[in-house]
């Protein structure tokens, strides 16, 4: 589905823009209830802020073919905005954090999440695949999704080996930290780094172990009103164990 680069974007058709007139209508809705935007007002994550139904239904708007079989029920659609400036320091981000945002597109793993004061990274969320459906029209560099090709290959790679021998029960108790970035600058030296400037109804679908990020804002890039506003789906397996496959 996602093909040798761990990606690929399917276009436009009537069905998915279907999908967004009513996503954005209930997106409109969620930035104006208000919210926490992060990265000094310039991102707002909204994880599971969109009110789909467990098939992805928004209001009128059927989720559209082209997404893989996911488990059922599906989550709350995430809801990132990005807006022009992004990003700019804000106080839960430290200096390093902030300098790693600009320099390196913030590029991560999902569902290897931060655990503890020390922040030390271990697989909770076994995700199945990541799309994103493009919202709104925005410039090629209005703070587009970055992604670095192949790279889910090296990742697996690298997390299979720190986890064998262990019981994939016991996966999410195992630190991953420096085998996650050790990963990373490896795949940051070898792997081409791709924007991806969705265009409203687009959408793009990651292998899970791709390692992914988003662009800075350039000056002089336009956008909708609300910004860049991409819904995310990421739906979890049932168990850990699969997590690893190399589909």
């Known amino acids: ?25 209930a997106a409109r809705a969620v930035l104006a209830a208000g919210g926490e935007w992060r990265c000094g007002g310039t991102w707002f994550p909204g994880v599971d802020a969109l009110p789909n139904d467990a ?42 954090a902030f300098g790693y945002r600009l320099r390196r597109d913030a590029a991560h793993l999902d569902g290897l999440l931060p655990v503890g004061p020390d922040r030390r990274r271990h697989m909770r969320e076994p995700h ?21 090709e192949e790279s889910h290959r090296a ?26 970035q050790s990963a990373r600058r490896s795949v940051f030296e070898r792997c081409a780094r791709r924007e991806i400037p969705l265009l409203p109804g687009e959408m793009v679908v990651m292998h899970r172990h791709l390692l992914h990020g988003i662009a800075p804002w350039q ?13 995310y789906f ?3 397996l049932p168990t850990l164990a699969g997590w690893l496959a190399a589909d």
């Open 234 to 236: 990421r739906p979890c």
């Open 155 to 180: 990742m697996r790679a690298a997390l299979a080996s720190a986890l064998k021998g262990h019981d994939p029960a016991e996966w999410g108790a195992v630190d991953l930290t420096e085998t996650y």
């Open 128 to 148: 199945a695949w990541i799309a994103g459906i493009a919202l709104t029209k925005a410039d090629p560099g209005a703070a587009p999704l970055v992604v670095w």
């Open 55 to 96: 098939d992805g239904r928004i209001g009128d708007g059927t989720l559209p073919e082209g997404l893989p079989d996911a488990p059922r029920p599906l989550h709350r659609a995430q809801l990132s905005v990005t807006r022009p400036g992004y990003p700019q320091p804000w106080p839960g981000e430290g200096e390093a």
């Open 1 to 25: 589905m996602v093909g040798p680069a761990g990606w690929t974007v399917l276009p436009a058709n009537p069905a998915r823009l279907a999908w967004v007139a009513s996503a954005l209508a």
């Open 219 to 231: 000056a002089g890039a336009q956008a909708a009103p609300e910004g860049r506003m991409i819904a």
